[in-house]
Nanobody
Framework: QVQLVESGGGLVQAGGSLRLSCAASGRTFRNYAMGWFRQAPGKEREFVAVIDWSYGTSFYADSVKGRFTISRDAAQNLVYLQMNSLKLEDTAVYYC??????????????????WGQGTQVVVSS
């Protein structure tokens, strides 16, 4: 059974940085893509970034490109989301997710089967 557990959320000032972690367990993820999504209050959950577990190829939403970096430590079964230059609009619950669909097209919630419980990120002015 796949389990995803996020950590690293918190309160940060605008312009600051946070690193989120996602601990993945329950199977080997060699053929998986690992994604980060976020959901702000009153809004739908949206795609943030995705990485191919085996090759490390990554893709980003336009809103975070150049500020966020997704990475993975295959040996430790960890996925990270380094968030820099945080803005007020980055405030959301951030979710880690896993899919067997290729990272080249895995952009929507429906494409992901496994989800973590989420970690709150609040960016203050």
């Amino acid at each position: 059974q796949v389990q995803l557990v996020e950590s690293g959320g918190g309160l940060v000032q605008a312009g600051g940085s946070l690193r989120l972690s996602c601990a993945a367990s329950g199977r080997t993820f060699r053929n998986y893509a690992m994604g980060w999504f976020r959901q702000a209050p009153g809004k739908e959950r949206e795609f943030v970034a995705v990485i191919d577990w085996s090759y490390g190829t990554s893709f980003y939403a336009d809103s975070v490109k150049g500020r966020f970096t997704i990475s993975r430590d295959a040996a430790q079964n960890l996925v990270y989301l380094q968030m820099n230059s945080l803005k007020l609009e980055d405030t959301a619950v951030y979710y880690c997710a896993a899919t067997e669909i290729t990272a080249f097209i895995a952009r929507t919630q429906r494409q992901y089967l496994h989800w973590g419980q989420g970690t709150q990120v609040v960016v203050s002015s």
